[in-house]
């Protein structure tokens, strides 16, 4: 009976050495576990970050919430108690220092330029808005507390640590405006860009950033017929 046992004991312990030797993964993070040997299907590098990106699939990446954002600005106006508001073509910001800043809709033969309020990100004390321009678009985020303007590539995502965020942008076909990341590192409410890079292939769809090693991208890239297909990947930070 003690050989068995002896047996059994060295079984287990055989196979939790080869297991926690088939994956790679942080002691504080919840991602997705990388097989050993497993080849990136992509290496970014964005400024002092390189990203190595493996595919998962769907349903993993579903596993993670998405930013739920509403396509009403009217109802996302009156979320803000006054403190965001439209007056004809003129978003109005009202920061805690008591500054305002205007962003006005701009509709001439020269210009295009029309703002969408998209909401409120509480986690770094920013508002976003959208805005498209006559063949492009952008996104502008204001700072809550001092009305201050970040002008980014997309919404962003933030890291759970709230120590960086990222911003990506897509275009494979036109190029009329970036297709790649940005990242921002967060110092004391104010947003720094780290770094901001350009990709060949894909380009970046939804963006969730699950840990503070760990982002998971939708990667599109161009199929048959030049139809655009999706697929996921997982990137974590080097």
């Known amino acids: 009976m003690l050989k068995t046992y002896m047996h ?23 991602s997705i576990p990388v097989q050993s040997g497993r080849l990136p299907v992509d290496t970014v590098v964005i400024g002092k ?21 509403d396509t009403s600005e009217v109802r996302l106006l009156a979320q803000e108690n006054g403190r965001v508001k439209r007056k004809g073509d003129t978003l109005i910001f009202n920061a805690a220092n008591g500054h ?36 492009s678009g952008g996104y502008i985020l204001i700072s809550q507390q001092t009305g201050d303007t970040v002008h980014c590539w997309g919404p962003p995502a933030v890291a759970p640590d709230k120590k960086h965020l990222i911003c990506g942008s897509m275009d494979l076909m ?9 990242i921002f590192s967060i110092q004391n409410g104010k947003l720094k860009l780290d770094g901001q890079t350009e990709l060949e292939g894909w380009g970046p769809g939804d963006i969730k950033w699950i840990d503070k090693h760990t982002i998971l991208v939708e990667y599109i890239y161009l199929g048959e017929n030049s139809n655009t297909e999706s697929k996921y990947v997982q990137m974590r930070l080097q």
């Open 8 to 30: 059994s004991c060295w079984s287990g312990l055989l196979i939790t050495v080869l297991l926690g030797g088939c994956v790679h993964r942080h002691a504080d993070d919840n």
């Open 49 to 69: 970050h390189t990203l190595l990106a493996y595919t998962i699939d769907k349903a993993t990446f579903d596993r993670y919430p998405l930013r739920q954002a």
């Open 100 to 135: 305002r800043t205007l962003l006005i809709d701009q509709n001439t033969a020269e210009t295009t330029a029309d703002y969408t309020f998209d909401g409120n990100f509480p986690f770094i004390q920013y508002w976003g808005t959208s805005v498209a321009y006559d063949e």
């Open 174 to 182: 036109a190029g009329f405006v970036d297709n790649g990341f940005q």
